[in-house]
Structures are given as C-alpha cells and as structure tokens.
C-alpha cells in the first residue's frame, strides 16, 4: 500500500472486507480484549453493528485500507488495517468525518492508549467515563468530545 488514500461510502458488499480491517486492527491495537469477546464482536459486525452506522471506507491503491462509522455527530467506530497504519488513512477518516458528517464525539476504550492520543491529538477531550462499554463489559469508555473552536 503505498498510493493515495481515497474515501467513500461504504456498502454492504464491503462488509466482508470490514471485517477483515477490523480484526486486523482490533489485534493491533486491543490486547486488553478478550478473545472470546474479539471473536463474540466481530461475529456480531456486519449483523448488528455495521447496519447502525454511515460507513465510510478508506482505500489505497485499490485496496480496503480502514472505516469510520459515523451515527448522527457521533463516530461510532474507526478501524485502520495493520498494514496500514501511519499511513493516514486514521486522519482521513477522522477529518472526513468532523468536517463532512458533523461528528463531534466518539467513545473511545481507555486501555487504548494511542486511540486516546489520536483522539486529543485532534482536539477532542475528555467529558466522562464509564466503567463498561456499550455491551455491559468490562471495558472502560472514556466519552470524548470535540473542543470548541
């Protein structure tokens, strides 16, 4: 992957290739994940999860390289292919999403310390925490919004 990163709206034929990033991702970055929850959620993406969201896909070269999926001001996920990060496919999701879909909070696991420092990194900062993440598990969220201008 070495081209230009070009977005657009995700389809559900994409969703095997969703899938696909989001494990590769979750690997990467989601040690403090339990296998058996990893393998429960990414059953459970393209049935319950991908259909609550607008998903934008990012590619390069052709290739699926990440997704957003934006609810309303809310982006409800983010996920950046292993092979992909640094690359910016995270910062063209991320400012697609803020200036083109009005996102202006996102949950973020707090165990997930480079998340957390993309996430501030781009202004957005913390405004409350919770002790379980949107399934009741024991994930903690921190709940960020974006800064004022």
């Known amino acids: ?52 969201v607008r998903l934008t896909v990012a590619e390069i070269d052709g290739a699926v390289a990440g997704f957003a999926g934006t609810a309303g001001d809310d982006l409800a996920m983010l996920f950046v292919h292993a092979d992909a990060r640094g690359r910016g496919v995270g910062r063209a999701l991320l400012d697609h999403a803020v200036r083109e879909l009005g996102v ?15 996430y501030a990194h781009s202004g957005f900062t913390v405004t409350g925490r919770s002790e379980t993440d949107g399934d009741g598990l024991p994930y903690p969220l921190l709940h960020l919004a974006l800064a004022a201008d």
Not at 16 to 33: G, I, K, Y
Not at 104 to 118: I, L, M, P
């Open 1 to 52: 992957m070495t081209g230009v990163i070009t977005l657009r709206n995700g389809t559900d034929a994409d969703h095997p290739a969703l899938v696909r990033v989001w494990r590769s991702s979750v690997d990467a970055t989601h040690d403090f994940l339990a296998e058996a929850d990893r393998d429960a959620i990414e059953a459970r993406l393209a049935s319950d999860y991908f259909p609550q």
């Open 104 to 118: 202006r909070t996102v949950d973020v696991n707090e165990q997930n310390a480079q998340a957390v420092g993309f």
